[in-house]
Every structure is written in structure tokens, then in C-alpha cells.
């Protein structure tokens, strides 16, 4: 089991705090752009575009734990069941459980990220699955840190932090 330590909650909480305090900027009309701008990663759900992923993209990894702010935490029985794909290209892959998911997500700043709607197979999951619990989180991620090897995601209002730790194709 890898425990937190306090330098990494706060480094976490500080991360939080920074990715949901930022405005959103006004909404402006629509423009025609040939090319988006550097160092800024556009995702749309019809074809995501390929830009700057702040070292995400093109990792594998697979969950250990999930850290809720009321002291509980969900560890997988079997973490090769619970993996997050990143590609360079903005689109994500999930193993949840015995369901398949992908999706979109954005890094537009340091330690910055969103996941765009999530799309999933239906099965049904056997019991003690974490299927809904691991699911969840993706809509409320905020922001990441990487730590001894580790990826750290926090959601809103530091609901949760979820671990994952490389998968051993990297």
C-alpha cells in the first residue's frame, strides 16, 4: 500500500486549489482559426487535435487507490481491471472493471486536466466491483500531480485524489 504524506496532500490541495480558482474567460463569438495556438491542447469530441499534453499523453496506467476526503479508500482487488490510457492525440481509454470506456480530456496548464463525457460498455460487474465508485471521478478531475513514479488526479473541492501507478508496458 502507498500511504501519502503530508508534503503530498498539500501538494495536491495546492494544485486543487489553483486549477479550480482560475475564471473561465467571457464567452466571445466565434472565430475561424487555421491553427490553434502552441501549447494549448483542443479537444473536441468529433476529432481531438493533437498539442501540447503536459507529459501525459502516450502513458498507461492502472489504479491503486481511491482516496475520498471522508477517510474511506477503495482499493481494486485486482488493479490490471482499472487502467486509464492517455493519448498524445487527447483521447483516452479506460478498462473499468469488465467494461471499456474512452473519452477526451485536456491539459491546458501546468498541472491542469479535464476529462470530456466518458462513453461506456453496459455489463453488468460482479459484486465488490468499483465500476461506479472509479467511473465517478473522471467528471470532477481537476487536476494531476506525479510523484515517485505515481500519477495523482484530484477532483473539485478535494473530493477525492485517485493513485495509479505505471502499467508495465512502460
Known sequence: MYNLNRATWLALLAASVVACSKEAPPPQ????????????????????????????????????????????????????LYT?????????????????????????????????PVATTRAMCPPGSLHDAYLAQFEWVRSYVMRDGHLFLATMADGSIIEFEPTGGD
Not at 64 to 73: F, L
Open 84 to 116: 486509464l490510457d492517455f493519448s498524445a492525440d487527447g483521447t483516452v481509454k479506460m478498462q473499468v472493471d469488465c467494461n471499456r470506456g474512452s473519452g477526451s480530456w485536456t491539459s491546458e496548464g501546468d498541472n491542469s486536466l479535464k476529462f470530456g
Open 29 to 80: 463569438a466565434a472565430t475561424v482559426v487555421a491553427e490553434p495556438p502552441a501549447k494549448t491542447q483542443v479537444i473536441s469530441e468529433a476529432a481531438p487535435v493533437e498539442s501540447g499534453d503536459n507529459g501525459l499523453g502516450g502513458t498507461s496506467w492502472r489504479l491503486v487507490q481511491i482516496i475520498s476526503m471522508d477517510d474511506s479508500t477503495d482499493v481494486p482487488a485486482d488493479p490490471s
